[in-house]
């Protein structure tokens, strides 16, 4: 960014493949050629709202209608423009919406109504097309075919969907028409089949007029009842901003707030139920997108040449635009628009429209005065499209909404305006080979809507050379820029009734907004000018200024005749450069008629200029002024009657009669007088000096003092860096223990988790795998067994059973065999049935250990293998929390060292500001106590020599006629006495007539100290009169920053007695106010916190509304 004040017009630098432009608001700020892929666009400060800069000079204005439109961004479009008509949405006296259509060729107009709330978009079909298509808050689509004849605008509905009645209400409704591409071959060039679509805050819907119409005879039709020409695409999360239809119908490319593109396959002939989505695009990285056009020429469309191979996408109300190959999707350049340096806050709000060749983008900004338009260069062989150049063009009023009615190739005529290089070349050339061809270049015609009318607008300008304006047609050059239109529409909207035709080739330029709370004061430290009561007793807007009572000037008109002696002159001049090199010495200050927003406030009455500049005659020295002659106030109207007398006299009197008076001064009393003012002379230099002395040792002490603060200032801000830098230190002990801490209690408590779950996990599953093991060991003991003791039990019973052999064995081998059969049993037991059954056994504890080993050995592998990630996952949890805390401690350390840079800068801001103050008070104090002390001494002195020459004057002037002389006005000590003498006997208006009559604000302040306002105020009716009261105002109003609160409780008090009645304060009331404003406006800028900033701003509101009642 520059540093200087008034930004470059021209590429100022490429910086890391960025290039930056920076506007400058002139003329000069046109076809700028742009070089990068990436550039960036810097506002000119004069494009400001604010700004008092003249509109450009390309650029030819004409209004079309008075209305006041809501200053704010629109999503859709306030303007629809055609070759036929133009329709624009406003609001009715009711707060009814309406759309205005007038006519370009016939100037008849027309009124379409029947909107639920506000109307959010309109648009024609095409520029050659009758049918006007409009969307309201409630979704409501509306479509008229509009007909002019020689007398009236006929309008026939055509389409009209209605809603539901408990849609919700939304201003982001839009509507799309399909574009219109002309056909040489056809014969009747408007498309009868018209498809539209309708975009809602999350759907789009896409309408074919030929089904509706030929499905319903009779509107409007509730939309839920419509089955047919109709297809709804869903799918957004956030409300549709934009959109846009393939000439063809068949698709439809859509742009969400949610920062997607997306692209829609359409048929609604073939009964389509839901939409297929083609392609999705996030061109912008997700933020708000409110800008979808595509690069298509509908002037001249070339069969070989592809519809929508080039697309532009906007985001942020289109401060980021962005040009995209469809083939390959790739970004091919980027254009972002930033604020002015002097404006950051305000951030460009843009609303962008290509013109049908696709050559040039046109851009306004809702926030700033200007117009852009960016040339667009095409190749199609090599997939390129770019923007090649931009230019600005500054406007009177910051642009809402428009449309654009055609783009084409115009002659530049001799009597356009043209720049001083070219017009010098063209006077040259005419001058030596007589009148010579125009130049030629791009004409803009277009319709734009600002905050107070509409307006035609057209804009000239050479593009740059070798550009693509080839597709562009020729137009017939304009008559002096002049408009062919005959649109009749200057009568306020807001009343619908009829209103006379006005032709608009006669009407003036709409004036330029009033600036409210810009600062008037001039650059140049001029004084305030105080203006007395009785510049306020006639009416200042019905008298003309006249020559003697012009503000160009201050009148001087000196005190002492013309005719005194050499001597005396030469004394007074002596004296005049003695004082001249005092840095005391008053000087005479000239306003200028041209520097005051209204003249009439400036002008004072003849009188009070003469009594003022009499009253400063003695100190102004012989700095050279503009002095009125007498015989010029008498033709000045607000000349006073006794001022017209007193010239009468004068002019009365012969040359003859002045020289004998002069003739008759003796010489002694010339010698007296010279001895008296050379001893006045040594008594001035005397003071003179003695001043000088005290003010280098007022210097001194003041220096002193500042010397002594700025060190204790030094010693503290040290302090506050020493406890910074320990709060720094302390922070970092503080983070180190805090890791440290965090390290050790995450280890303990890892351990700890870690063995509860082995003594929760671990016994129980060791139970589990031993449960299956032990009931089959059961199991097979108790078979075994059991088969054992059923064969037994069948041989012992098949033996018993055969009781001849039983009992005869039985008896004859019981005695002999029982012991060998006991024996033999036993051994056989232990033999056989004991091994066979340890042997089982050893083989089933011997499986049992096996798989009991290979359980354990398994569940112990799980049991690590869940351990480490367990491990993992806690340490993978570990880290983003360490991370987390590193960048908080980081983030920490940054925002303590940021709130101490800012301690920092800021406690030295209040340091210099307190500094400033004490001196600036200082000074003004030292100042008038120093002024009051010399005009004191030398006021005696001039009181006793004016004594002594007037004594000396009238002895000489008894004997014959003379010219009266003006008395001088009266030192600023008795004029207290006398003001005081009316205080105390209850005459409050002449006491403040005399102190406002004397032009001296400190005459003001000690009146307004010494008598209370509420008992001035608190009487009914007000003891002051009017003018008193208006010349009360504007004389504390013109310096806020000493005694502030006495001036605004005064000021308060004096707003709330104004009498809107009076003729007298009618006419002046609103020129003293303009005054009191920039004020009151610079106070409150001054010191926004300061305890009075409430009232002043509370004043500011009590202004604004006296001035609109």
């Not at 063209?426 to 270049?441: C, H, M, Y």
């Not at 202004?1103 to 609109?1108: E, K």
Request: glycine share 4%; hydrophobic share 35%; charged share 20%.
């Amino acid at each position: 960014m520059s540093d200087s004040p008034r930004p470059i017009s021209a590429v100022n630098s490429i910086a890391q493949d960025i290039q930056i432009i920076r506007l400058s608001g002139d003329d000069q700020s046109t076809c700028i050629p742009i070089t990068s892929d990436n550039v960036e666009i810097v506002a000119s400060q004069d494009s400001s709202i604010n700004s008092k800069a003249r509109g450009s000079n390309m650029v030819k204005i004409q209004p079309v209608a008075k209305y006041d439109w809501e200053h704010k961004y629109h999503y859709g479009r306030l303007i629809a423009v055609s070759n036929s008509f133009t329709a624009y949405a406003i609001r009715g006296a009711n707060n009814q919406a309406m759309i205005r259509v007038l006519s370009v060729d016939t100037a008849e107009r027309s009124l379409l109504k029947g909107f639920t709330g506000a109307v959010t978009d309109l648009a024609f079909a095409h520029l050659d097309s009758p049918l006007l298509g409009c969307v309201d808050e409630a979704g409501n689509l509306m479509v008229w075919e509009l007909t002019c004849t020689s007398s009236t605008i006929l309008d026939q509905i055509v389409v009209h969907i209605r809603r539901p009645s408990d849609t919700p209400l939304n201003l982001h409704r839009r509507l799309i028409w399909c574009p219109f591409i002309p056909d040489d071959n056809e014969d009747n060039p408007d498309d009868t089949s018209q498809t539209l679509a309708l975009l809602h805050e999350d759907r789009a819907e896409v309408w074919d007029l030929e089904v509706l119409r030929a499905n319903n005879a009779r509107w409007p039709v509730d939309a839920t009842d419509l089955k047919e020409g109709l297809i709804t695409v869903k799918g957004y999360t956030q409300h549709v901003s934009e959109g846009a239809l393939s000439p063809d119908g068949t698709v439809l490319a859509t742009a969400s707030h949610d920062g997607y593109i997306k692209f829609w396959q359409i048929y609604i002939e073939g009964g389509q139920d839901k939409p297929r989505c083609l392609h999705e695009l996030r061109p912008h990285g997700g933020r708000p997108l409110s800008c979808l056009l595509f690069c298509d020429n509908h002037k001249r469309q070339d069969p070989e040449v592809p519809f929508w191979r080039f697309l532009i996408t906007g985001a942020d109300q289109n401060q980021e635009l962005k040009m995209w190959c469809t083939v390959s999707w790739t970004c091919l350049q980027t254009i972002r628009f930033s604020p002015d340096p002097m404006n950051l806050t305000v951030l460009p709000s843009l609303k962008a429209s290509l013109d049908l060749s696709a050559e040039y983008l046109i851009l306004t900004d809702v926030q700033r005065k200007v117009l852009y338009v960016m040339e667009l260069r095409q190749d199609l062989e090599k997939g390129k499209a770019t923007f090649t150049a931009v230019s600005e063009f500054l406007l009177t009023h910051p642009v809402l909404s428009f449309g654009v009615q055609d783009v084409a190739q115009s002659p530049l005529r001799h009597t356009e305006v043209l720049p001083a290089e070219e017009e010098s070349e063209s006077a040259t050339t005419e001058g030596a080979q007589g009148p010579t061809e125009s130049k030629s270049g791009i004409q803009i015609k277009l319709y734009c809507v600002h905050t107070k009318s509409l307006q035609d607008v057209q804009i000239w300008f050479q593009p740059n050379a070798g550009s693509n304006s080839t597709g562009l047609p020729h137009s017939d050059p304009p008559d002096s820029f002049g408009f062919s239109d005959h649109l009749t529409d200057q009568s306020s909207d807001k009343d619908s009734g009829s209103d006379p035709q006005i032709d608009l080739r006669n009407m003036s330029s709409l004036p330029g907004p009033a600036d409210f709370l810009s600062n008037t004061t001039n650059g140049n430290g001029r004084m305030p000018k105080l203006m007395t009561p009785d510049a306020f007793m006639t009416p200042s807007t019905s008298v003309p200024a006249s020559p003697g009572s012009s503000a160009s000037s201050l009148t001087i008109v000196t005190a002492i005749s013309s005719n005194s002696t050499d001597s005396t002159n030469s004394s007074r001049d002596e004296s005049n450069d003695r004082l001249l090199g005092s840095p005391y010495a008053c000087r005479t200050y000239h306003i200028s008629q041209n520097d005051s927003q209204d003249p009439g406030a400036e002008q004072s009455d003849p009188e009070d200029e003469v009594a003022g500049s009499t009253s400063s005659s003695a100190n102004c020295g012989t700095r050279p002024t503009h002095r009125l002659p007498v015989k010029d106030w008498k033709t000045s109207p607000r000349c006073s009657p006794k001022l017209k007398r007193k010239t009468k006299k004068d002019g009365s009197e012969s040359p003859q009669s002045r020289q004998l008076d002069s003739g008759q001064m003796n010489t002694d009393v010339q010698q007296e007088l010279l001895m008296f003012l050379r001893g006045q002379q040594r008594e001035l230099t005397e003071l003179r000096g003695q001043i000088e002395a005290m003010q280098s040792s007022i210097m001194a002490q003041v220096e002193r003092a500042l010397t002594i603060h700025q060190e204790q200032e030094h010693c503290r801000l040290e302090q506050v860096l020493a406890e910074t830098r320990n709060q720094q230190h302390h922070q970092e002990e503080l983070s180190q223990q805090l890791s440290h801490t965090l390290c050790n209690s995450l280890t303990n408590r890892m351990d700890k988790v870690i063995r509860e779950e082995m003594k929760k996990t671990v016994p129980p599953s060791i139970s589990k795998c031993l449960e299956p093991v032990t009931s089959q060991l059961s199991n097979t003991i108790s078979s075994k067994m059991t088969s054992v003791e059923v064969t037994l039990k069948d041989n012992v019973s098949k033996v018993v059973k055969s009781k001849n052999t039983t009992d005869a064995i039985g008896r004859a081998a019981a005695e002999a065999m029982q012991g060998p059969i006991q024996a033999a049993y036993k051994d056989a037991f232990q033999s056989i049935v004991l091994p066979v059954f340890e042997r089982g056994c050893q083989s089933m504890f011997q499986q049992i250990n096996d798989s009991f080993k290979q359980g354990t050995q398994e569940y112990i592998q799980q049991l690590e293998a869940h351990a480490k990630s367990r491990k993992q996952r806690e340490q993978e949890t570990r880290d983003p929390m360490i991370d987390q805390l590193q960048q908080m401690m980081d983030g920490f350390q940054s925002s303590t060292d940021q709130l101490a840079n800012s301690m920092t800068s800021n406690i030295r801001a209040e340091i210099q500001h307190q500094i400033q103050m004490m001196v600036g008070n200082l000074q003004e104090s030292i100042l008038s106590h120093v002024q009051r002390i010399v005009k004191g001494e030398v006021s005696l002195a001039m009181k006793e020599q004016q004594a002594v020459v007037t004594s000396s004057i009238m002895q000489a002037m008894r004997s014959a006629a003379g010219t009266p002389v003006p008395t001088a006005h009266l030192d600023y000590q008795t004029q207290q006495a006398n003001i005081l003498q009316l205080l105390q006997q209850g005459q409050l208006n002449q006491a403040f007539q005399q102190a406002l009559s004397a032009t001296d604000l400190n005459l003001v302040l000690y009146v307004c100290e010494t008598i209370d306002s509420q008992q001035v105020f608190g009487q009914q009716p007000c003891p002051l009169s009017q003018p008193v009261l208006l010349s009360l105002i504007q004389q504390l109003s013109s310096n806020l920053n000493t005694r502030s609160e006495l001036k605004i409780s005064y000021l308060e008090d004096a707003l709330m007695n104004l009498d809107h009645s009076d003729p007298r304060t009618r006419d002046h009331m609103a020129s003293v106010l303009t005054q009191v404003r920039p004020k009151l406006f610079a106070f409150m800028q001054q010191d926004p916190h300061s305890p009075l900033t409430k009232r002043a701003r509370r004043l500011m509101m009590m202004l604004q509304g006296l001035v609109n009642h």
